[in-house]
């Protein structure tokens, strides 16, 4: 079924990407035909055009071959009516019978605002408890804590185009080369404008952001928090404060200072806490010192930590005590990792907020009661997304629906999760995708509309509200969010609060809540978009709010002059007394694991992971580890290796990083059960959570890492998907026009001839080669002399390069030296192994990058784009590219060629 465009003509809409917080505007054209040409939104303030490397592939994300396309009930479609039926009449039995503590929404910060508003309204005012939460949880609600503390309300203070003017960026917890590019690009851009500019990198592990650092420190994982509180002393002790500012507009100063003297008194102690230099830790405090305009970046580093909260505190303090925040090129930033977390935040979908950026006071309680004009209100918090799943587990929690995310591969201690769904009660998920990890368990699978067919607005991570417009119709039976859940509603006896036939009109009633008995008390209101008739709302432009009234044209910058949202108006220092993980490292699990994101996939990879160019950056689930701590361990780069604890085991290859500290590892969190066997990260983290945001500590897991030692390897390519191949180590990667299976094994014994009949099966002819001493096994099916499949065994992970394969499905017929070279395993000299894919834009690989490199001595990324274009579309690669030049310019060269 091909994608139907929703315009006559090749008409351009303007939307929003839908993956990260920086929230770039795209514009995407239709064609009759089914084309989809998606390109950067000049006019967009996030991104002036530009995409990354998964902004620039998004077209390519639009295919409908796994898409959830009709309602089902226990696997079998069912028309709409049955389908939502059995939804509210077995959501009303549970609440009748059990009360309505024992339902529960899980969401997603994939979610528009609108669909998130009308999940809070029907839980919290409708079926009145809290137990609404959300995948952001996952990722910014440490962030949420801090901000409330220190600002009385969930406030990012500035905008991007304090980056652009910062003269001291820096960054903790970050790899915004990766996870937010365009934002990378933008401080590069401006690192590049000004000499005087200074770029630190906080982060345990040597990441491709530091390729724009002055300074990386490699601190000790876990310790951000005694570096700022080292830094508040400093700032102190050397009469770095700003004085009229803490006198004036803050509380608690000395209270604070008291908890950052004690833990971090001095450089000396702080560097010898932290695992850095004095010299190190002296640089960072005297450019933050004497750097008036400086923003502090940060993201997950800082927020999945059981501290969390106190560690976003500990950077809040310091731009608190020198007041730099509210004015241009400076200020504490948060960066939100998904494309609504902060639309999830501002209606309440969250299980600690109630509304609208309202808490569970009274007043805030009866306020939205009469707005809503519901028949009830939560009360209280409802449970955060590890106690919920806990509750369900527990049997508390009866019922869940869960919408647009995958917790059996994102939430910690991810085996138990997949065991806990699997007895609850009443499972319901909308999902545009059929086959998730999470779907498996689904009683009922709604299918929701996605990127592309969905209309409603999001909120990036500098509190601008952007457009996300439709270009394409719904596929089947897809509907949105929205409307599923106003059916639900409806059907549950709550038609009054549900009139919704568009997503425009929710919004309005969403952005006059904002507004309601607000006397300028609550930050987050946009009362003034409230009466957007339905034109004006399709064709409102990005806009930060607050918007306080119609004429309203947005708020920069926060807290400048303004109040803070406390009870006093003045903002807060909190104390902070920095705690070490929850679990240290021990005999038994002696390396510290740390999960994050790569380049080119994003979050369990539903979306991302069945386009081609974007897995041929990093094609299997990995384990990044330092060299030293590999060759004690018998590791070997590009070997497999297998992670464990008590929670859980996975397996993942070997990538040696020297950037990577000794004792720890980093493993990407993107595998799932639908991608690759035994590759879900999460089953290793433990479900411990910070005590006030209840986020996960995904970058702290204690883990025993071994060699995973097959007695087979292989791999298999077929133009058609393959289903159950039993093999302990296999990983599905999509290729133009086939599909590749990386596999391995510990059982020795097999038939390959049997096992290639079974699994690659088909009309044509088949070619074969065996050595058994060898242990060797090579078998290709060719149909009309083009390959079909083909399988690749041998004793170790040397095999043929899989770039040549590729190239060979390609081809129309195979000829006779083709042939031969299938089952020789050897591709013909002219045509080398391109190696890993760097740039997915034009898909040039390392090998070629190197050699061009090395024979015409490219010495900038710019040489190496004018020679082969790499770099020179979204320029996600150029981090990569220049470590590459200046690698590949060292005498050790001859180590980085990679096979394919
Ligand atoms: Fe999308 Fe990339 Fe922009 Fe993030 S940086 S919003 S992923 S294009």
Known sequence: MPVRPLHVGRRPVATTC????????????????????????PTHPANHGRLCSKGAALAETLELDDRLLYPEIAGQRVAWEEALDTVASGLARILREHGPEAVAFYCSGQLLTEDYYVANKLMKGFIGAANIDTNSRLCMASTVVGHKRAFGSDTVPGCYEDLDTAELVVLVGSNAAWCHPILYQRLSEAAACSESRKVVVIDPRRTATCDLADLHLALRPGSDAILFNGLLTYLHAHGWLDEGFVEGRTEGFEDALAAARASAPDIATVAARCGLSEVAVAQLYHWFATTERSVTLFSQGVNQSSSGSDKVNAILNCHLATGRIGRPGMGPFSLTGQPNAMGGREVGGLATTLAAHMDFGDAACARVQRFWQSPTIARGPGLKAVELFEA????????????????????????????????????????????????????????????GEKDGTTTNSERRISRQRPFLQAPGEARPDWWILTQVARRMGFAGGFPYASAGEIFREHAALSGFENQGERAFDIRGLAHLDDPAYDALTPIQWPVPHPAHQGTARMFAGQAFHTASGRARFIPVQPRPPAAAPSSANPFVLNTGRIRDQWHTMTRTGTVPRLTAHIAEPRVEIHPDDAADLGLEDAGLARLSNATGTMLARVHLAEGQLPDTVFVPIHWSDRFAAQARVNALVAPVTDPLSGEPEFKHAPIAVAPFRPVWHGFAFSRTPLESLAADYCVRIPGRQFWRYELAGERDGVDWAAWSREHLAGAGEWLEYQDRGARRYRAARLLDGRLQACLFVGPTHDLPTRTWLAQLFAATALDGAARASLLTARPPADQPDAGPTLCSCFGVGRNVLIAAIQRDRLTTPEAVGAALLAGTNCGSCVPELRALIDATLHPAVATLVTRG
């Open 18 to 41: 839908p993956y990260c917080g920086v929230g770039c505007g795209v514009i995407a054209t239709a064609g009759g035909d089914g084309e989809v040409i998606v390109a950067g939104d």
């Open 392 to 451: 369900i587990a527990a049997g508390r929690v009866k019922a869940v629906w869960i919408m647009a995310t995958n917790p059996a591969v994102s939430l910690p201690d991810a085996d138990r999760v997949n065991r806990t769904l699997a007895r609850c009660e009443l499972v319901v998920v909308s999902d545009c995708v059929r086959r998730t990890d999470t779907t498996a368990y689904a009683h009922v699978l709604l299918p929701a509309a996605t990127w």
